[in-house]
Antibody, heavy 120, light 108 residues
Framework: EVLLVESGGGLVQPGGSLRLSCAAS????????IHWVRQATGKRLEWVSA???????YYAGSVKGRFTISRENAKNSLSLQMNSLTVGDTAVYYC??????????????WGRGTPVTVSS | EIVLTQSPGTLSLSPGERATLSCRAS???????LVWYQQKPGQAPRLLIY???SRATGIPDRFSGSGSGTDFTLTISRLEPEDFAVYYC?????????FGQGTRLEIK
């Protein structure tokens, strides 16, 4: 079965750190760009970060300098190291696969998400 | 960045009826790079439509997408009980990729 499974979410104090993981199965992980997308309660989905197949990394302005995305193809896994967390980072974080063809790349597979709560 | 506005916020219909959901962009979406997702509580979003009008693998033909430029529509021709969910549009033609705020489709 083709799956993405996130883990590592939880409760953390403002200023703290958390590391999210995403385990992929059922497809050739190394052939896909992978993204993190988050959704705060009552808010729209927000793109957070991406890593391409060559290891190039991309970040939303709101997390740049605080979050680090990485991948380990041999283990079919993705990580998101989140530092200096603020209450504004509270959300469900989704791991998402990119699919398509040149000029037409879209998100075709999502995990169920892992919740992150930043609160004192 | 491109802002996507979905309407209506909530749509109340009965099984068997036709649903029409709208997604309007603040500027033209290049190459009709727009997708629609369905999300049910506690579940991952599910890709329905990509490229504005192409159905994803396994999606029933009662789902159809149309539109270009700044105006896009998702139509569900005859609602089944399992179709009641939240629907999101998303553009991937420009960075950053952005999402609509969602339309909740509820049983009347």
């Amino acid at each position: 079965e083709v799956l993405l499974v996130e883990s590592g979410g939880g409760l953390v104090q403002p200023g703290g750190s958390l590391r999210l993981s995403c385990a992929a199965s059922g497809f050739t992980f190394s052939r896909h760009d992978i993204h993190w997308v988050r959704q705060a309660t009552g808010k729209r989905l927000e793109w957070v970060s991406a890593i391409d197949i060559a290891g190039g990394t991309y970040y939303a302005g709101s997390v740049k300098g605080r979050f680090t995305i990485s991948r380990e193809n041999a283990k079919n896994s993705l990580s998101l190291q989140m530092n200096s967390l603020t209450v504004g980072d509270t959300a469900v974080y989704y791991c998402v696969r990119e699919f398509g063809e040149p000029g037409n790349w879209y998100f075709d597979l999502w995990g169920r998400g892992t919740p992150v709560t930043v609160s004192s | 960045e491109i802002v996507l506005t979905q309407s209506p916020g909530t749509l109340s219909l009965s099984p068997g009826e036709r649903a029409t959901l709208s997604c309007r962009a603040s500027q033209s979406v290049s190459r009709s790079s727009l997708v629609w997702y369905q999300q049910k509580p506690g579940q991952a979003p599910r890709l329905l439509i990509y490229g504005a009008s192409s159905r994803a693998t396994g999606i029933p033909d009662r789902f159809s997408g149309s539109g270009s430029g700044t105006d896009f529509t998702l139509t569900i021709s005859r609602l089944e009980p399992e179709d009641f969910a939240v629907y999101y549009c998303q553009q991937y033609g420009s960075s950053p990729r952005t999402f609509g705020q969602g339309t909740r489709l509820e049983i009347k």
